[in-house]
């Protein structure tokens, strides 16, 4: 624990280190209490350093020194200084080979960093810091060095053991031990490294590459995991192919690898050649995962793969370069996904996220640009910022420059730095080399913070025949930073004439061969576009794809929302217009009278779409989905949490009761017949149903309760299963869904991944996850502390998805959740500081909450021996 201050690091104050790894040679001897880390590192003085007499430093974190040794001489205690965090050896020649040994306790380690035990196998987690935890090291990701690993452990507990890799030899020892030693050719930083040991079955499977190179493809996970493996396999091998295709990037080892764990802080972790996954990120059946799991696992195992490109062969020079690798392999992840489905739907996916959860966090305390400036604590830069607003960045980049150039750009990225660890600006600069382009204005994307703001305002000249388009652009003041330049913004834009036609755009007068979608760049504060040819007033469809992420205001009536729902030929638009519609309805009705009425034009749109089978499918699938209540808030000044569900859960009763036969209709008609696909077309037909069946039972609907209950008792996969649970547990029909909770949790008890689902499902509900009903959830047998999956199914569905309950005047889930955050910092101080976040938004809401909220966060503040982790975020928000 902590003693003193955490000290903030700053971008500004990077020096290339002092001394450099060629190789590092380790040995695990793994036992129950406790694992001794022989290390010997070769290393010499950095050329590029100016620092010629630096002694060396090594990082360090809960280790226990058992001896130092240089050139094979050990040293005596007065030559070198054990600081805890830090091991100082004063005087080293320029070239050494140092031998550290350390011991550690992986079965203590609650903390998931470093080498922790998880169901009785080992296993690691290095990134960021976490090698630290395991020996002394330069703990940096800009030292890269080639590594070599030999585990022993005894046999019959752990026959299978991982590094990263290929495997050059293994033997027998004393006492029924054994080992295996890998080799990894591929220079890299520490925190690519990987080990695991335990009592795992193999699966395997092949694929051969682009250039004819068979590549051994791995799977390791509990015996009773081993029918779960097949998506995230069959996910792999297209991902190698698609990076192949897209990007050219082949793969180059002879083994990939991947293992599933029960407990691990994070989704999945990209250790070269040895990913190390979230056992809920990784494993599948029909039986047991809902098709957004498989949609999830597919995109993350894409993730992990794309990385060996995008992170390992080329890394991170430091961390406040870390979008450089998750920004570009969020994208790529996110193109993947698109081509293996529906373009339209993933970005609306892509945007709901972001505008919900992204957004909210540049416009709160923690709001940090892409490439932030400083640091406490660098586990909590693994942000939706970094993450998915750095994708957005890449993704504009791809946007101004074209596929054709973008691909350039990348290859020569990939060329140039192979090997290398380095930066966003390097980034930026090849795509600048590869096109042409001058992306000097469009670099302030990764240095300044907060979302911005175009005011868009429009007038139609029917005597000219010209509309004009006036888009203002502003960045709010986020913290520390103030006045900020207008940023290189590609808007993307279509107009429509009356009859719904999509107008060519001339820019200038006469060119009626136009374009009908421009991508228009904006640079400046203020640009007014003149289109011309123009008959009548058009409705102006905004922003299309989301072609950057920014808030649009334009003062859009009903009449032009409605048009552009059923007009707008971007499909991404006709749903945002749904969107923004039913946005401005339930606003309308916040606050409002019992008996307000309710736009009779929105139960027509939601008519026309639930009926009209000639529609996307998918796509009605996606804009029947109400905005969430986490939007609403998100667009909202001083939000009322009470008021805001109340009012959607109104709107939401209104048109269910409206169109009951119309849902029942849906219902029915997409009644799945045949077997179990997972294509994206059967996955809307079972959204489109299972929305059907949520909003029959929100109103008590009879017939929907027993197709509930039908549906819940026939179904064959999860999905199903799963949607008729969360319709029952959201009713009123408090007997059923006891009955079903029961019954569900009696056949799935044994899996893990689906009791984590039965969790969340309560948790996340008003009706049957009360503050009371979430103390019992944590008494359940089921419940463990020490698993993060858990923590995250109930503590963080209840303070995220279960707003309502969360937000209770009396500001009795504010104190849960204080509470629950403290117990958790001296565990597992990486989910606590994330467990807080719901309290960090304390701005956010109206005074009554704001300021219990404000006081519950004062309690975490005033907690004695607050990790560095929770210390960063408490702070940073009560400022
Ligand atoms: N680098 C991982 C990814 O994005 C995420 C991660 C970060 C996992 C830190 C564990 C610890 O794929
Ligand atoms: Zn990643």
Known sequence: MRTSQPQTIYLSDYKVPAYLVDTVDLRFELFEDGARVHSTLELRRNPESDETAAPLELDGDSLTLESVALNGAELAAGDYEDRGDQLVVRSVPEQFTLTVVTWIEPQNNTRLEGLYKSSGMFCTQCEAEGFRCITFFPDRPDVMARFRTRIEANKDAYPVLLSNGNDVEKGELENGRHFVTWEDPFPKPCYLFALVAGDLVEKRDTFSTCSGRDIDLRMYVEPRNAEKCDHAMDS????????????????????????????????????????????????ASQETATDLAFQRIEAIVAHEYFHNWSGNRVTCRDWFQLSLKEGFTVFRDSQFSADMGSPTVKRIEDVTLLRTAQFAEDGGPMSHPVRPASYMEISNFYTLTIYEKGAEVVRMIHTLLGPDMFRKGSDLYFKRHDGQAVTTDDFVKAMEDASGRDLSQFRLWYEQAGTPVLAISDDFDAETGVYRLTIEQSIPD?????????QHIPFA???????????????????????????????????????????????????????????VRYNWTREQLLFLMSHDPDGFNRWDAGQRLAVDVIQSLVNAPDDAEIDPRLVEAYRKLISDADLDQALVAKMLQLPSEAYLIELTDKADVPAIHRAREAVLRHLAG??????????????????????????????????????????????GRGLAVSQLNAADNMTDRMGALRALVNSGYEADRQKALDHFY???????????????????????????????????????????????????????????????????????????VCRLDDSNPQIAARLATPLTRWRKFAPAYSAQMKSALERIRDKSGLSRDVYEVVHKSLA
């Open 236 to 283: 792999l091998k297209r991902s190698m192919r698609w990076d192949e295709e897209v990007y050219g990037r082949e793969y180059d080892l002879d083994i990939f690898m991947i293992v599933a764990v029960d407990d691990f802080n994070m989704g999945a972790m990209e250790n070269k050649g040895l990913n190390i996954f979230n056992s809920s990120c990784v494993l």
């Open 478 to 486: 986020t913290p520390g930073q103030t006045n900020k330049k207008p």
């Open 493 to 551: 834009l279509g107009l429509l004439g009356q009859d719904g036609q999509p107008l060519p755009l001339q820019l200038e007068s006469g060119d009626s061969g136009a374009p009908t979608e421009r991508v228009l760049e904006l640079t400046e504060a203020v640009h007014t576009f003149e289109f011309h040819g123009v008959e009548s007033r058009p409705v102006p469809s905004l922003l299309r794809h989301f072609s950057a992420p920014v808030r």
């Open 658 to 703: 409206a169109l009951k036969g119309e849902l029942l209709g849906c219902y029915q008609r997409h009644q799945g017949s045949g077997p179990y696909e997972v294509t994206p077309e059967a996955i809307a037909r079972r959204s489109l149903r299972n929305t059907a069946l949520a909003w029959l039972l929100m109103i008590d609907d009879e017939e």
């Open 746 to 820: 009696d056949r799935f008890q044994d899996d893990p991944q689906v009791v984590e689902q039965w969790f969340s499902v309560q948790a996340s509900s008003d009706q049957a996850g009360q503050l009371a009903d979430i103390r019992k959830l944590l008494e359940h047998p089921a419940f463990d502390w020490k698993n993060p999956n858990k923590i995250r199914s109930v503590v963080g569905a209840f303070a995220g998805q279960n707003l309502a309950a969360f937000h209770k005047p009396d500001g009795s889930g504010y104190e849960f959740l204080a509470d629950q």
